[in-house]
Nanobody, 114 residues
Framework: VQLQASGGGLVQPGGSLRLSCTASGFTFSSYAMNWYRQAPGKQRELVAT???????NYADSVKDRFTISRDNAQNTVYLQMNSLKFEDTAVYYC?????????WGQGTQVTVSS
């Protein structure tokens, strides 16, 4: 199983980024996929979830600014991040859970700074 995240970078407040996570080694379309983030000195937190049927859920802190989506043909989950704020700075991880075990990508750094 592999989860390869990309798309992070440095962006100014109010800017946008699109993260991608390409999966392999499992039946991607069968699983809910998650994006988490971890800021320095803080616990990892769940940002967004998309189920296998396309239902989405968001943390209150990113609702109406972030959009999670998936392309099952490409085995890829995306996180479109708009109106970025300083407090969105973190390492972002894609994740899924199977049989009670969490699988994690390597993380991609998002830095919001002026």
């Amino acid at each position: 199983v592999q989860l390869q995240a990309s798309g992070g970078g440095l962006v100014q407040p109010g800017g946008s980024l699109r993260l991608s996570c390409t999966a392999s080694g499992f039946t991607f379309s069968s699983y809910a996929m998650n994006w988490y983030r971890q800021a320095p000195g803080k616990q990892r937190e769940l940002v967004a979830t998309i189920t296998s049927t396309g239902r989405t859920n968001y943390a209150d802190s990113v609702k109406d600014r972030f959009t999670i989506s998936r392309d099952n043909a490409q085995n890829t989950v995306y996180l479109q991040m708009n109106s970025l704020k300083f407090e969105d700075t973190a390492v972002y991880y894609c994740n899924f859970r199977a049989l009670g075990f969490d699988y994690w990508g390597q993380g991609t750094q998002v830095t919001v700074s002026s």
